[in-house]
Nanobody, 120 residues
Framework: QVQVVESGGGLVQAGGSLTLSCTASGSRSDFARYDINWHRQAPGKERELVAQIFSASDTVYADSVKGRFTSSRDIRKNTAYLRMNTLQPEDTAVYYC????????????WGRGTQVTVSA
């Protein structure tokens, strides 16, 4: 079982920045092998995958956030980050961290989410 906890959400004005954190339990070597996915869900909309960072540290971004959001990880802290720049009101959503583990029993774990609100 992997515990996943997001933090760093809040209220920011349009054009501002926030950095979300996602801390996952497990050893450092386990964390290094996790794939970390960031999703968001706005009111009345389906959950959207916005960023991924793979175990090899390759990253992929949705077109809607490309060039504004950056995903990274710090293995020493078992923490992944989503740096969000030039935020817009349409970025308002609950942001979720999703951890994909591999090995003999691949499993998907979710955090409870953190609210990001961008005012115009």
């Amino acid at each position: 079982q992997v515990q996943v906890v997001e933090s760093g959400g809040g209220l920011v004005q349009a054009g501002g920045s926030l950095t979300l954190s996602c801390t996952a339990s497990g050893s450092r070597s386990d964390f290094a092998r996790y794939d970390i996915n960031w999703h968001r869900q706005a009111p009345g909309k389906e959950r959207e995958l916005v960023a991924q960072i793979f175990s090899a540290s390759d990253t992929v971004y949705a077109d809607s956030v490309k060039g504004r959001f950056t995903s990274s990880r710090d293995i020493r802290k078992n923490t992944a980050y989503l740096r969000m720049n030039t935020l817009q009101p349409e970025d308002t959503a609950v942001y979720y961290c999703n951890v994909q583990t591999w090995g003999s029993s691949p499993t998907n774990y979710w955090g409870r989410g953190t609210q990001v609100t961008v005012s115009a």
